[in-house]
């Protein structure tokens, strides 16, 4: 069983920014496949951004050039940089782990754009 803490959202102006954290347990981190997952208010969880245990990484069209994953391998932390937020990024954000078979799911962190 794999942990996964996430960390960092709030309440920002547009055109701010938040980076969230997603914390996960276990030896073996390097292995897995990283993402972050969104879900707005009557709206289906959509994928953000992910990244390989190489460090390949793929962005939804939404966020890209906004938004940047990164992990750290040394901390088994996945991290997200969210700048110049806009109103529509407002979602519950989720930190997914996949290895092999096996998917896990953070408890997920609001983040609020105001106009």
């Known amino acids: 069983q794999v942990h996964l803490v996430e960390s960092g959202g709030g309440l920002q102006q547009a055109g701010g920014s938040l980076r969230l954290s997603c914390a996960a347990s276990?030896?073996?981190?390097?292995?897995?496949?990283m993402g972050w997952y969104r879900q707005a208010p009557g709206k289906q969880r959509e994928q953000v951004a992910r990244?390989?245990?190489?460090?390949?990484?793929n962005y939804a069209d939404s966020v890209k050039g906004r938004f940047t994953i990164s992990r750290d391998n040394a901390k088994d932390t996945v991290y997200l940089q969210m700048n110049t937020l806009k109103p529509e990024d407002t979602a519950v954000y989720y930190c997914?782990?996949?290895?092999?078979?096996?998917?896990?799911w953070g408890q997920g962190t609001q983040v609020t754009v105001s106009s």
């Open positions: 276990g030896d073996i981190f390097r292995l897995y496949y």
């Open positions: 997914n782990a996949k290895w092999g078979r096996y998917d896990w």
């Open positions: 990244i390989s245990s190489g460090g390949d990484t």
